[in-house]
């Protein structure tokens, strides 16, 4: 008797968590550029916020969807597999509240991610599959601009554990 009411408590509770989690794959989907070729490379859910690191037949891409907010924002593509061991993308919509910046990593020597904006910087979290995925991701409140006159003054740098810059994008002063 036991068994068969846990058995009863538990079905419909199992049930209604995969049919959830199926919603939500089924939902990301139907905002990607390119359903028929994306691969879920790794999901990360925090208190407010989902993120998706996925491929699709031009790349590597990844998804970000506010809980709160009805609809995914997807950024451009980046390289699936970067010459350098190193790539970006990133998603400033004016819908959402949010810049994200994230991307992919290959090097095995990277170990922090810093992207530094005018009177910001933000150490990444870095991301790791069992299937071998490394990704990275950080993301800001607003993206800063420019003073008048001056370069664009976002900078992103990869370290590995001794802290050498292995790779860096933006405009520096040595360049």
């Known amino acids: 008797m036991r068994k068969l009411l846990l058995i009863s408590i538990l079905l419909p ?32 859910q925090k208190d407010d916020y989902e993120i998706v690191f996925y491929k699709d037949e031009t790349g590597f891409r990844i998804g970000y969807k506010k809980l709160d907010y009805d609809y995914w924002t997807n950024t451009s593509n980046g390289e ?11 998603i400033n919509n004016p819908k959402i509240p949010i810049t994200l ?13 810093l992207v530094k904006q005018k009177t910001i910087e933000k150490e990444s979290t870095i991301v790791e599959t069992n299937e071998g995925f490394r990704g990275w991701y950080v993301t800001f409140d607003s ?32 360049e």
Do not use: H, R
Request: proline share 7%; with cysteine.
């Open 101 to 113: 910046f994230g991307g992919i990593i290959t090097n095995e020597q990277i170990t922090t991610v």
């Open 13 to 44: 509770l199992l049930t209604a968590c995969s049919i959830t989690s199926s919603n939500n794959t089924d939902e990301f989907l139907e905002s990607v550029p390119y359903p028929k070729s994306t691969e879920i490379l790794d999901k990360q």
């Open 80 to 90: 699936i597999n970067p010459e350098d061991g190193f790539d970006w993308v990133m």
């Open 143 to 174: 993206l800063e601009n420019a003073n008048p006159g001056e370069p664009d003054p976002l900078k992103i740098e990869a370290f590995d554990t001794n802290g050498n810059i292995l790779w860096k994008d933006g405009v520096y002063e040595d």
